[in-house]
């Protein structure tokens, strides 16, 4: 019995000592990465461009070093083969769908309670939005949050949390968690306050969709597929939105 409560207080504490290091090292990464170009950068491409190869490069570096290369066990692999692909991809669209809601849900919301969105992602072109937030947005910050963070800290046996059709476990929650906070940077910007709120609910609800595709599949392929889809909704929403502002004989935002 003694040797048995040891053996769980070890493992509770090696959990314990991976979600520190995790959360340690994840913290560095996004203050390089995320946080010091808005503070010496000036330019959306130029601020843009270099978080997203710190974040990258940083990333991946951590994986190297903490996962000693493994990269398979971060998420760099496909999907497991559960099931023919026609039917993984055919139970994958609800998830998809959602994804692409609360973008939608999260944009439209934000205009109709009268925030004006992120100033940075404001002064892209449209062909800058699709290369630098839908693709390389999307992908790199899972490859962090999910790949590394959420990776490193995950541990077998963790309790499920969650309503039973999107239970997960710590690791998912603490991914999801953080890649919200991440978002706080938005204040360095002067980022109005009805945008910061409702950015940090769609990150977190997203982050946890994310996060529950990272854990179910083993790959990091479904969640960035999730978190491109969020994103794509939130240009939508904001067409959906001023379609609607325009019928109604309202402002269209931005005018």
Not at 70 to 85: E, M, Q, S, T, V
Not at 97 to 118: D, F, I, Q, V, Y
Not at 147 to 171: D, K, V, Y
Request: charged share 10%.
């Amino acid at each position: 019995m003694g040797s048995e409560t040891g053996k769980i207080g070890k493992t509770v504490g090696a959990g314990n000592a991976r979600v520190a290091t995790g959360l340690t090292v994840a913290l560095a990464i996004a203050v390089a990465a995320v946080i010091l170009p808005k503070l010496a950068l000036s330019g959306a491409v130029a601020r843009i461009l270099t978080t997203q190869a710190l974040e990258l490069g940083l990333s991946l570096g951590a994986i190297a070093v903490f996962g000693r290369g493994r990269f398979a066990n971060y998420g760099f692999r496909l999907p497991r083969p559960d099931r023919h692909w026609s039917a993984a991809l055919a139970g994958w669209m609800p998830i998809g769908l959602t994804a692409l809601g609360l973008g939608t849900l999260a944009t439209a919301a934000m205009l109709a309670c009268g925030g004006k969105g992120n100033p940075l992602v404001r002064e892209l072109t449209f062909p800058q939005v699709i290369l630098f937030v839908w693709i390389f947005s999307s992908t790199i910050e899972e490859v962090f949050t999910r790949g590394f963070l959420q990776s490193h800290i995950a541990s077998a046996g963790e309790p499920r949390l969650g309503p039973r059709f999107l239970r997960i476990g710590r690791a998912a929650l603490i991914s999801a968690a953080f890649f919200a906070a991440m978002h706080l940077v938005l204040l360095l910007s002067h980022t109005d306050a009805v945008t910061v709120v409702i950015i940090l609910l769609f990150t977190f609800s997203v982050g946890l969709l994310a996060a529950h595709q990272r854990e179910r599949t083993g790959s990091l392929v479904p969640a960035i597929g999730v978190h491109m889809l969020a994103n794509v909704g939130g240009v939508f929403g904001g067409i959906v939105y001023a379609i609607i502002a325009m019928l109604s004989g309202g402002a269209v935002p931005g005018r």
